[in-house]
Each structure stands twice: as structure tokens, then as C-alpha cells.
């Protein structure tokens, strides 16, 4: 059983910055690929970034490539979420999730555990 709490949500304004962060119990953390999710008002979940359980490899949505850096501390069993430059279309409830093993996916539906979520909110 993995329980993870996001955290790091608020309020910015266009080209701002944001830190978002997952902390999750249990001792097998290091075991669980991280992904980051979002959901929009009236949108669908859709798959924001990945990172398997060593932090060697990560998956990218091209929406937030090159802005977006996922990142990882398993001794703090947390993973960060690092936004630069948003956009008002970063907009929506950010959620990450936990997949037991090393593979990664950007299906919602492959993904074992899910947080409440945080919202971000980026003002034009």
C-alpha cells in the first residue's frame, strides 16, 4: 500500500514558477515509478510527466517539456514537480500516482495509487 499527499499548489501569475511535491508512505517507495497528472475544469486526466523508481529515466509530455522537471528523493520518499514558465492553460487539478516496477506509462489507468491532488492556478 503506497498513500501519497501532493502538495506546493496555488495561485501564479503567466511565466511564474511553481514547486509541486508527493510525499508517500510506505517502505517500498523506491519501487514505484512516479507519474504527474492533471485534470482541467470540464477536461479530461491527461498524463503530465513520469519517472521510473531509480529517477534514471523520464517521460515527458511535449505540452511541458523543456518547462516541467520531474525529480525524485527516495530516501524522503518525495518526488517534485518543478514548473517554470506556466502558462494559464497549466491550469487544473495536478495529481501524481504510483505504479508498481520500473516501466513507465502515461495511461491514468495503469497507475496503482493516486493522490487527492493540488491545484494550480496560473492567472494571464
Known amino acids: 500500500q503506497v498513500q501519497l499527499v501532493e502538495s506546493g499548489g496555488g495561485l501564479v501569475q503567466a511565466g511564474g514558477s511553481l514547486r509541486l511535491s508527493c510525499a508517500a508512505s510506505?517502505?517500498?517507495?523506491?519501487?514505484?515509478?512516479i507519474g504527474w497528472f492533471r485534470q482541467a475544469p470540464g477536461k479530461e486526466r491527461e498524463f503530465v510527466v513520469a519517472i521510473t523508481p531509480s529517477g534514471g529515466s523520464t517521460n515527458y509530455a511535449n505540452s511541458v517539456k523543456d518547462r516541467f522537471t520531474i525529480a525524485r528523493d527516495n530516501a524522503k520518499n518525495t518526488v517534485y514537480l518543478q514548473m517554470n514558465s506556466l502558462k494559464p492553460e497549466d491550469t487544473a487539478v495536478y495529481y501524481c500516482?504510483?505504479?508498481?516496477?520500473?516501466?513507465?506509462?502515461?495511461?491514468?489507468?495503469?497507475?496503482?495509487?493516486w493522490g487527492k491532488g493540488t491545484l494550480v492556478t496560473v492567472s494571464s
Open positions: 500516482a504510483a505504479r508498481f516496477g520500473v516501466a513507465l506509462s502515461s495511461s491514468a489507468h495503469a497507475m496503482d495509487y
Open positions: 510506505g517502505r517500498t517507495f523506491s519501487s514505484y515509478a
